[in-house]
């Protein structure tokens, strides 16, 4: 598993202080021009959950933004939760799900715990009164619980 994050991503350091005003994190985003409209699509997280008014909320508050980076084209913009039993799909979002239950695949094998912390390069997991630190590398798959 890598750990690419959003470092640089432009649309990223647009939107995120406005999804940070709602307590929530952007887990993932994606955007593509389809002829002439541009495909956003935002997953967010927040302790305690996130519910679809607090989507609603954020999509109006991040649409305009969005529409005057892309130069006002037509933009259609999807704000939805993480949902039940994500599948992390980018090291960067051990960050994110902190203190939540995981399912890691190591070796071929599934080990569970509860994320404690990670960097770029690990993450700490603690599985009953043991933490355990491991590579991303050596990571083949992670799901939440």
Not at 38 to 63: D, P
Not at 84 to 107: C, H, P, Q, V, W
């Amino acid at each position: 598993m890598k750990y690419s994050g959003y470092d640089e991503n432009e649309l990223f350091t647009i939107i995120n202080p406005v999804c940070q005003g709602f307590n929530a994190e952007i887990v993932q985003l994606n955007s593509t021009v389809i002829r002439t409209t541009m495909q956003v699509r935002i997953v967010l997280y927040k302790k305690g959950g996130i519910n679809i008014n607090t989507c609603s909320e954020i999509s109006r508050a991040v649409l305009p933004r969005i529409e005057i980076w892309a130069d006002n084209r037509d933009v259609n913009l999807e704000v939805s939760s993480p949902g039940i039993g994500r599948t992390l799909k980018d090291a960067y979002e051990f960050n994110i799900f902190k203190d939540e239950s995981i399912n890691i695949l190591i070796d071929n094998e599934w080990l569970n715990g509860k994320i404690i912390s990670s960097d770029k390069n690990t993450v700490t997991i603690q599985s009953g009164q043991d933490s355990i630190e491991y590579n991303f590398e050596n990571i083949q798959k992670a799901k939440l619980n």
